[in-house]
């Protein structure tokens, strides 16, 4: 008798297209926002022609409620609240308060302008175009009138995800998207709205333990501040040196979390057009790092932006590197939910995500 091929669920929601701003500044250059709906859609389209996935579309947002046990209330309802302002533009109320002409309130996103320094407000705050810069640290973070519906379902594919491998799947695929690993309770920035994998890995803490390991070219900064006093959860990362590299300010080496869950935090920053040899040895280094920690469960933030030919990238990863990546890691032998985040090299990401999948299938 021949047994029966397991699929891996990917779950999925056709919500996230409603989230599209179009440019970003970068230094002097205005270009095209990099964080676009494609992404997920050849995600999607290619791993479902591999024969390898089981199709679970999300269709259902999660309760709020659920949401604000990982991140800040303030911040969630906030990003709601704005949304929902932004549907009631028209083309006459954008030319009066914006002074843009014919411009289709579908594609209008609010950029924040003001990030206030929290230790130096004297006057609370309540209008919604104040409030953008307060609960943001970058002007990475635009918002449309689809970027709340986006990013909820975004975060209800991670939490479902988590709730199959809770209730006994040893691998699923959260195509998140809006990414998440760069906001933190009370913070967006970096194309990131909802910390997708966070909200993930606080649901898998009812089997135990979590250990999240990141391997966006991006440092997890979000992830890494909502986790850093919790001893339950184990943070780890390789990305690219903060030194040269967006976040900046985070992903160093000696940051191993707070003084309530010392080591319990493990950056491997790597400098620029890192190879895959010496991504595979940082690697070896952090899964060492994730058996002392003997985790039940495993959230893998999988961004694919340190591939060779990512726009935004330096790393030198060969599609093939995701297999040996994902080989290392289902080694583990743990339950594992992977929650998609970064990756711009957009025509490849089908490829990249069947290799890892396939890495993981691998033994
Ligand atoms: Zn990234």
Request: charged letters at 15%.
């Amino acid at each position: 008798m021949v047994a029966e091929k397991k699929l891996v669920p990917l779950l999925f929601s056709h919500h996230h297209q409603h989230h599209a701003p179009i440019l970003e500044t970068h230094h002097a250059k205005i270009l095209n926002y990099p964080e676009i709906p494609r992404r997920a859609e050849i995600i999607r389209e290619h791993l479902f022609g591999t024969g390898l996935m089981q199709p679970v579309l999300v269709e259902t947002p999660m309760p709020k409620s659920e949401i604000y046990q990982t991140l800040d209330a303030g911040m969630v309802d906030y990003l709601e609240a704005i949304s929902q302002d932004l549907a009631t533009l028209t083309t006459e109320s954008l030319s009066t308060f914006y002074s843009l002409k014919d411009t289709d309130p579908a594609h209008f996103y609010r950029y924040p302008s003001v990030f206030p320094q929290r230790d130096r407000i004297y006057h609370s705050h309540q209008s919604l175009m104040g409030l953008h810069g307060y609960y943001c640290f970058d002007k990475d973070a635009p918002v449309g009138k689809g970027t709340w519906e986006a990013t909820l379902y975004s975060a209800t594919i991670a939490h479902q995800g988590a709730g199959m491998i809770l209730a006994g799947q040893p691998l699923a695929y959260s195509l998140c998207r809006p990414p998440g690993h760069h906001a933190s309770r009370d913070l967006m920035g970096g194309y990131c709205y909802l910390n997708n994998a966070a909200i993930a890995a606080t649901r898998l803490r009812e089997m135990g333990t979590v250990a999240i390991i990141d391997i966006d070219y991006h440092h997890g900064n979000g992830t890494q501040e909502i986790f850093w006093n919790d001893p339950h959860v184990l943070f780890t990362s390789i990305h690219a040196h903060p030194e040269g590299e967006y976040p900046y300010f985070t992903g160093y080496a000696e940051e191993i979390g707070g003084p309530l869950a010392p080591h319990t935090n493990l950056n491997f920053p790597l400098h620029a057009g890192a190879t895959e040899i010496v991504f595979l040895a940082a690697m070896d280094e952090l899964l060492a790092g994730v058996r002392a920690f003997n985790p039940a469960s495993i959230v893998v933030s999988l961004g694919f932006d340190a591939f060779e030919q990512d726009p935004l990238g330096t790393f030198k990863l060969k599609a093939e590197s995701y297999f040996k990546i994902a080989q290392k890691i289902t080694a583990l032998q743990l339950p594992t939910l992977l929650v998609q985040e970064g990756g711009y090299a957009v025509e490849m990401l089908g490829i990249l995500a069947e290799q890892f999948v396939s890495g993981m299938l691998s033994i």
